[in-house]
């Protein structure tokens, strides 16, 4: 079975430049979570969707990020313009929000690197 | 203050040997409790829930104690498999399925 699509799985790029992060869920699932992840601050919650509409974006930490899922298999992660403080993982994850067991299925994580 | 405290550890603990890992909360309306694993440079995967009563899979046993807003996972005869970072987990019912997560404690099982 597929699990959760990240894209692309690393990504360097300069400071001022634009970054767009992919994700694919789980078929099926109807929750989608992206969260940051750095050795100082731990997995960070950014925001997330249920049936394709962002319910909570306080994590988000700026304008500078944005997040849109125009359909239930895609979501996009946009930085613009990126700063070398940007740089973490970014996981994307996915549930179904009918059965909270608490089971998020993480996508295997976009490493950014921002010179 | 994070809303979920780890000691980020590193624990070394030799094969066989039994292990605990503390986790503290903040909030009393937290809802539903977690341990996810991380092996280095991997995504989260959950481990088990936490239920009130406590709870048992295999050589994992987790334990919750609401009153003191404190989760524990113990790890009986570990194996070198064991070595990963564990991650405390909570959802508040106001969050939605949304789910906070501690930094994580390392654990390395040793020969």
């Known amino acids: 079975d597929a699990g959760v699509i990240q894209s692309p799985r690393h990504e360097v790029t300069e400071m001022g430049q634009e970054v767009t992060l992919r994700c694919k869920p789980i078929?099926?699932?109807?929750?989608l979570f992206w969260y940051r992840q750095t050795m100082m601050r731990g997995l960070e919650l950014l925001i997330y969707?249920?049936?394709?509409?962002?319910?909570?974006d306080s994590g988000m930490p700026e304008d500078r990020f944005s997040a849109k899922m125009p359909n239930a298999s895609f979501s996009t992660l946009k930085i613009q313009p990126s700063e070398p403080r940007d740089s973490a993982v970014y996981f994307c994850?996915?549930?179904?929000?009918?059965?909270?067991?608490?089971?998020?299925?993480f996508g295997e994580g976009s490493r950014l690197t921002v010179l | 203050r994070k809303e979920v405290e780890q000691d980020p550890g590193p624990f070394n603990v030799p094969e066989g040997a039994t292990v605990a890992f503390n986790c503290t909360y903040s909030?009393?309306?937290?809802?539903?409790f977690f341990w996810y694993r991380q092996d280095c440079r991997k995504e989260p995967k959950l481990l088990m829930s936490?239920?009130?009563s406590g709870n048992e899979d295999g050589r994992f046993t987790a334990q919750l104690n609401r009153a003191s807003q404190y989760i524990s996972l113990l790890i009986r005869d570990s194996k070198l498999s064991d070595s990963a970072t564990y991650l405390c987990?909570?959802?508040?019912?106001?969050?939605?399925?949304?789910?906070?997560f501690g930094k994580g404690t390392s654990l390395l099982v040793t020969p």
């Open positions: 987990v909570v959802n508040m019912r106001n969050s939605g399925y949304a789910l906070n």
């Open positions: 994850a996915s549930s179904t929000a009918r059965r909270n067991t608490g089971e998020l299925f």
């Open positions: 909030n009393s309306a937290s809802q539903s």
């Open positions: 969707f249920n049936n394709n509409v962002p319910i909570d």
């Open positions: 936490v239920y009130s």
């Open positions: 078929s099926g699932h109807n929750s």
